[in-house]
């Protein structure tokens, strides 16, 4: 049991960018879309679309995760966390997704670089579908080890973006995520601290 609780952890912990169902697209069609400001269209470098693009994703996962959490948590503690997680992540996303139709951008897709990539995305899809069948303490273990885990990944994530990020306005949204994101991490720290002790 520690063996598959280890994989399963290990699996959440790959990139989170594969959850969403969003199409691939760069850009708004300006043909059909009188609201998308031509001057302002593909204004992103490369790298802030793809930063754009994962912190998106990453949101987009981290509100489901937190539904899923208030649903099966076992403890009010871990629902009241994943409540949070709902109401953070989706006030971030409005930000980023504010910020993407003033640039004029449609969000485009975390598409894997290469095959290492796309093997994480289906690895993570298929971790997170059996997190779906856990319930009670399983569950609460196997989801806030994921909460830490992911959320310190996604701290570093973004210092490592940081000095990449061209756009400012863009670069002052992923600093204003930051504390929510370490917030998040702490929490699910003292959560695990928590559960640990209960179950002595």
């Known amino acids: 049991m520690k063996i598959k609780t280890i994989a399963l952890i290990a699996a959440l912990a790959l990139p989170l960018a594969a959850w969403g169902d969003d199409k691939p697209g760069s850009t708004y069609d300006t043909k059909t879309d009188k609201s998308a400001d031509t001057t302002k269209a593909n204004k992103l470098a490369d790298m802030d679309l793809q930063v754009l693009a994962h912190v998106h994703h990453v949101n987009q996962m981290e509100i489901n995760l937190g539904k899923m959490a208030q649903k099966s948590g076992s403890t009010q503690a871990v629902k009241a966390y994943g409540q949070m997680l709902v109401r953070d992540h989706t006030s971030a996303d409005k930000d980023l997704t504010?910020?993407?139709?003033?640039?004029?951008?449609?969000?485009?897709?975390?598409?894997?670089?290469?095959?290492?990539?796309?093997?994480?995305?289906?690895?993570?899809?298929?971790?997170?579908?059996?997190?779906?069948?856990?319930?009670?303490?399983?569950?609460?273990?196997?989801?806030?080890?994921?909460?830490?885990?992911?959320?310190?990944?996604?701290?570093?994530?973004?210092?490592?973006?940081?000095?990449?990020?061209?756009?400012?306005?863009?670069?002052?949204?992923?600093?204003?995520?930051?504390?929510?994101?370490?917030k998040h991490a702490d929490q699910a720290r003292d959560l695990q601290k928590t559960n640990a002790q209960a179950m002595k």
Not at 107 to 121: L, N
């Open 98 to 182: 504010s910020f993407a139709k003033k640039q004029g951008v449609k969000i485009p897709m975390d598409k894997p670089k290469d095959e290492a990539d796309q093997k994480d995305m289906k690895d993570t899809k298929e971790a997170v579908a059996h997190l779906k069948t856990l319930k009670g303490n399983e569950f609460d273990t196997s989801f806030l080890a994921m909460m830490v885990q992911d959320h310190e990944k996604e701290l570093a994530k973004l210092d490592a973006a940081m000095g990449s990020i061209e756009n400012q306005d863009l670069a002052t949204i992923l600093k204003d995520i930051k504390p929510a994101l370490q």
